[in-house]
């Protein structure tokens, strides 16, 4: 049974178009994340959430909305793509920020956005 | 400077040396610090966490911190060609319980 999970996997999608990804944690954590990684593998954080409470906006384009309908659900919706959203996006959950033992973020297996 | 500095690499290594990848942070607020390591087209996965200046030490790999110097490294003893694969740093910057800013890791690869 997955952990961290995101749908699709893939997207190709043209400039302009609006898309959504959905992510869904089932480990009970308090806090989730989405992260961007682009071409050159370089992860940024742009979100974080802990009980359905934004704490972080790493000064994202307002073309990216969050939601958090409940703390094991994550998604992002994204408006007139652009070519540089191209990138893979991971969700991320950790128990209780990064204040637990391990301080670990357990990922998604990724979703790679594709702009035309 | 930037917040979490790597060497890009590529790093090349023989099967069975050691791997040293290092990494720097700007923050000395930060307080965590971590070692992912990222297999080409699949997610992070975290394979050490370290607080405390020192050593700590993980079957094969060992990280190392120190605060004064603002310098974090992961030791690969032993390398496999298994471990070829992209290392990244993760420095919960400015002590952010919410933030794990990432170094823009170093590849790694072992040859057999």
């Known amino acids: 049974d997955t952990a961290v999970s995101q749908t699709p996997k893939y997207l190709v999608t043209q400039m302009g178009n609006d898309k959504s990804i959905k992510c869904e944690q089932n480990?009970?954590?308090?806090?989730m994340y989405w992260y961007k990684q682009d071409s050159k593998k370089f992860l940024k954080i742009m979100f974080s959430y802990n009980n359905k409470e934004l704490i972080i906006n790493e000064t994202v384009p307002n073309r990216f909305s969050p939601k958090s309908p409940d703390k094991a659900h994550l998604n992002l919706h994204i408006n007139s793509l652009e070519l540089g959203d191209s990138a893979v996006y991971f969700c991320?959950?950790?128990?209780?920020?990064?204040?637990?033992?391990?301080?670990?973020?357990?990922f998604g297996e990724g979703s790679r956005l594709t702009v035309l | 400077q930037k917040e979490v500095e790597q060497n890009s690499g590529p790093l090349s290594v023989p099967e069975g040396a050691i791997a040293s990848l290092n990494c720097t942070y700007s923050d000395r607020v930060s307080q965590s610090f971590f070692w992912y390591r990222q297999y080409s087209g699949k997610s992070p996965e975290l394979i050490m966490s370290?607080?405390?200046?020192g050593d700590k030490e993980d079957g094969r790999f060992t990280a190392q911190l120190n605060k004064a110097s603002q310098y974090v490294s992961l030791l690969i003893r032993d390398s496999q060609p298994s471990d070829s694969a992209t290392y990244l740093c993760a420095v919960n910057h400015g002590g952010s319980n919410y933030k794990l800013t990432f170094g823009k890791g170093t590849l790694l690869t072992v040859n057999p």
């Open positions: 370290i607080y405390s200046n």
């Open positions: 480990l009970g954590h308090d806090t």
């Open positions: 991320a959950s950790s128990p209780i920020g990064l204040s637990s033992a391990t301080g670990e973020l357990f």
